[in-house]
């Protein structure tokens, strides 16, 4: 297997459902979330529940927005930023169906689309969906600094999404076809801000891009 992985059948993204916090909305992005959150909470107790709720919330509606039922669904692939990936999994936990949890960090929703296509390619299920989230309170938690502690945060810092996202992956009907899938390689120029993650995450973009482009002829 080299590093790009090609999908002869074509998966398709028949469905789609989004969801998104209040400062996620406020720009330009904000037109295209489905569901626009006047509470970061989401009516939960606490940030961790909030960001499951959202996970399945979405996976709900891509299932809801391809016409389909629970029951209908081959597998969900799932993933989140938290120790245990506990949202994507108590998320799983209501919809009785095979779930596969992986852990891609701000490549999750990219992974579990790649993953998904495979399965749906190879024949080893008629659909799937991917899907990710994440809540900026829980990630401030387990990367950084908890909220409660009110530590300053320097004005580089990137700022976690809240929000979620879904897509059901088929292997017919209309959408956006999977056509490959490329991996990329962990890449360590040393980055130990960790207020600064994307300057982490930079190098190994800046090296796989350029396969990207030339595989689809950019």
């Not at 998966?11 to 992005?29: D, N, Q, Y």
């Not at 979405?58 to 989140?80: F, H, T």
């Not at 017919?172 to 390689?185: F, H, P």
Request: aromatic share 8%; glycine share 10%.
């Amino acid at each position: 297997m080299g590093q790009r992985i090609l999908f002869p059948r074509q998966p398709r993204i028949v469905a789609v459902s989004t969801i998104a916090g209040t400062k996620e909305c406020e720009g330009i992005v904000g037109r295209y979330v489905e569901t626009a959150l006047s509470d970061d909470m989401f009516g939960e107790s606490t940030f961790e529940k909030a960001e499951c709720k959202m996970l399945s919330h979405v996976i709900d509606g891509a299932i809801a927005n391809a016409k389909l039922m629970r029951d209908q669904v081959g597998m969900i692939v799932s993933g989140d930023l938290l120790n245990q990936i506990i949202s994507a999994s108590f998320a799983a936990r209501d919809f009785s169906v095979p779930f596969l949890g992986i852990y891609g960090a701000c490549s999750t929703m990219a992974e579990s689309l790649a993953v998904a296509a495979a399965f749906v390619d190879g024949g080893y299920c008629k659909n799937a969906v991917a899907a990710t989230g994440s809540h900026f309170a829980s990630a401030e938690r387990q990367y950084r600094y908890p909220l409660e502690l009110g530590t300053t945060r320097p004005p580089q810092s990137q700022w976690t999404v809240t929000g979620a996202g879904a897509a059901l992956v088929a292997g017919e009907g209309d959408g956006i076809r999977i056509t490959s899938a490329t991996l990329g390689k962990v890449v360590d120029f040393g980055i130990t801000d960790v207020n600064n993650m994307g300057a982490a995450m930079a190098p190994a973009i800046g090296i796989i891009a350029p396969q990207v482009r030339n595989a689809m002829n950019f």
